[in-house]
DNA sequence: GGCGCCTGTCTACGATGTAGAGTCACACAG
DNA sequence: CTGTGTGACTCTACATCGTAGACAGGCGCC
């Protein structure tokens, strides 16, 4: 045995990238609460300690979980449909998502704790990705921008509602007790004890946001002028 | 002096209901971070043993806080017109987002960790209420908890859009700093750094909101029948 | 062969959530 | 007035957390 008596599983040194995955990886499978400095080296076989070099701070660890997920959102700009790559895109954005609900939380809430410049460079290009199609589209960057943020918000407002769609105890019969509903007076929340079935039956999150889509877009369709090749306007 | 030579001010009995103001005062005032055990138990000069009387752990303080803002939506079910409230409620919804930027994330993310009817009666009560309202409206049960669905993503996105326009340092003049858009290589980024101006502009949250209600509400009135006065339907 | 840098380690500190046992005041029964 | 019980509050203690700062060891480069 060369030196390490403990561990002769491979032990690489150590890259942003490696710390970053591991970070999601914990993140997914334990929750966010489960990603602890120390628990992170000891996954890495490695000192808590080291993990700085990679992250300056547990904050700054759980920025880069985020944009390694965003990341993974590519959104071409060249393409003949704008409309449709934004729903395919929105597709997209969903299932990472469900790939990574325990991320969620923070993709949604660290941007209200940094300014939109400072934010992570991956956390960026989605936004850029998107100015350009839209201006390629024959928006004026402006509106673009505007456009942007009804779209992103839909997108935010849409997984977190899918994501809350939880059933407590899939083997309990009774949809009241399922879904905890028994809990609430019925005479304060009649409405709400009379949905327990549709509330059970989950519900079909791709077509619902769908659904959204198609009045966003249906709403944009008003508002471009340009249907198709659009060239640099003159200032 | 009877007793308590250090503090005379008033040390009225404790009850959820202070605790629970304090906790908000002190996560407006100074971030969800500043909410300790410890901390409050100091704002309220009590210790912070205490607390534990009237919230069983950090986390249900934290959907207590949570709870207390939203409770503070009322939403009336006997109007003549339920589109016009749906719009009132939005506007409602965000001065009490604007009002408690720092509860925000409590908002939208603590959901996620709670199955639906385990959640703090006073954060169903819009939802019972919105229900009741569409119900009025003549929508079937189902119909209302989608339109819910939407209605209630629609809020979350926009506010979680509107509270990310921080202007780094508004003393600064030049816009890209101002931004901190500087720092983005600018042959990656050339479409956002080109918004800059628009950015610092910041965005009139208000008409935004209104023009995603504008959208979401055009896309509904295809969709139920009753204009007014709707009556019991036979099944 | 020596020097310097870069990676990883060690030790230590203050802060946090909260369990469990203890204290003290006050309401009420006699 | 006195005894007693109950419930609000306090004390002490512990495991765990993020992270500062000093240190070690190996590898590349001159």
Known sequence: MTKDG???????????????????????????????MRRLGQELDRDPMA??????????????????????????TDVP?????????AHDFRQLALAHPNVVPLIVTRPLATPLAL?????????????????????????????????????????LNELQEVVVDPEETDALLRLGLHR????????????????LAGYDGAAA??????????GLTGDTPAPRKVRARKA
Chains 1, 2 share one sequence.
């Not at 350009?132 to 779209?151: D, F, Q």
Request: proline share 6%.
């Open 209 to 218: 946001l769908d659904e959204s889509l198609d009045l966003l877009l249906s």
């Open 81 to 89: 449909d704008w409309q449709a790559q934004l729903r395919r895109t």
């Open 6 to 36: 403990a561990r002769p599983s491979a032990r690489p040194r150590l890259s942003r990238e490696i710390v970053l995955q591991a970070a999601l990886r914990l993140v997914d499978e334990e929750g966010l609460d489960a990603l602890t």
């Open 119 to 159: 934010r992570p460079i991956g956390t960026l290009r989605p936004l850029e990705q998107m100015l350009e199609l839209l201006v390629r589209a024959g928006y004026t960057p402006v509106r673009a921008l505007h456009v942007y943020r009804s779209y992103w918000g839909l997108l935010h407002g849409h997984i």
């Open 184 to 199: 609430l007076p019925n005479k304060d929340f009649p409405r709400l004890r009379g949905l327990a079935k549709a509330l």
């Open 51 to 76: 993990l700085y070099r990679y992250a300056t701070s547990r904050a700054e660890l759980l920025d880069g979980v985020a944009e390694l997920v965003l990341a993974q959102l590519d959104m071409p």
